[in-house]
């Protein structure tokens, strides 16, 4: 058992792992600047003594009294939404965020796990994407912040792996839903569920036949734990091969939310990945990992705590 230090700790996933990391004996550092995350996420650990929480950006250089195992990070807004508001932000906690985390491991001989995305592939011009597969980026469209951010961060984690020697993760995640997403973040499932509803149309960009594979939050929770604690230094994969069309997913929503909302097509955002499926091979065969959560069972859990969240108006937005 040992000390985790999460950067985005107050974060959907990065709470996750603060849970998990406390349910398996160890002790959580939480550090967040809140700037997408929420408290409410980690309010219920407020508690408990093998739980600390800072409020910083990572940004900022690092200072962690006493020892360090494992230090996660899975701090970066990462909603298309903030592509345009925060662009600056997202770009500065991929580089000298994720600089500054390697800093920490390095002096306590921690090792690093970078939460790196799908997004690293850009509009891929194969499908589905196994890890050997370079990518196809544009680094001055409204999304090369997110995912030039991204590569850099995977660039210099590699670099100080090969200088210093540190043991280095990097997890590629592929669209991940679940509790604790926040309602108005502008990602997909949020988006739907909230119009569902609300009885509003369901905004579909272009003809809906782009498609996503979704992955439910305890499977990606269980690929960082095994992916931290192996020794595999090469990009992994996580993510649910399970392929569908936005059309198809918004149609889903409908039916497990009971709604009537119809369906709307608008323009698709320049850039916008038309395919997206993992190759998880290596995850499988290198973390003996792969997802368990069937969709329709995850969804029916995320639908339910967004339910919960407009009924409680803990999220009215
Ligand atoms: N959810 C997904 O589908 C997905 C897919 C690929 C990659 N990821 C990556 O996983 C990580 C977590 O994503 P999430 O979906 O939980 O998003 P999130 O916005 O819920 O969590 C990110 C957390 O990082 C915090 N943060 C942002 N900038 C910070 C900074 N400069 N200093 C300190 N804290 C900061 C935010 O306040 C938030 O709590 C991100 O790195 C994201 O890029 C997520």
Redesign the pocket.
Known sequence: MGRVVI?????????HLCDRYLATGHEVVA????????KR?IAHLSDNKQFQFIE????EPLKIDGPVDLVL???????PKDFTILPI?IL??GSR?QHNALDLAREKDATILF?????VYGNPQVNPQPESYLGNVNPIGIRGV?DES?RFGESITMAYHRKYGLRTRIV??????GP???LG?G?VLPNFVSQAFRGEPITVYGDGMQTRSFQYVSDLVDGVEKLAASDCTDPVNIGNPDEITILQFAQEIIQLTNSKSEIVFKDLPPGDPLVRQPVISRAKERLGWEPKVPRLEGLKTAVDYFKMLLETSVEAQ
């Open positions: 950067l985005g700790g107050s974060g959907f996933i990065g709470s550090v967040d600047n809140l700037c997408t995350g929420h996420n910083q950006d990572i940004v990070n899975f701090a970066s807004p990462a909603s932000e500065m906690v965020g939460a790196s995305t799908s997004e997110y991204k590629r995640i592929f669209n991940t839903y604790r997403m926040q973040d990602r």
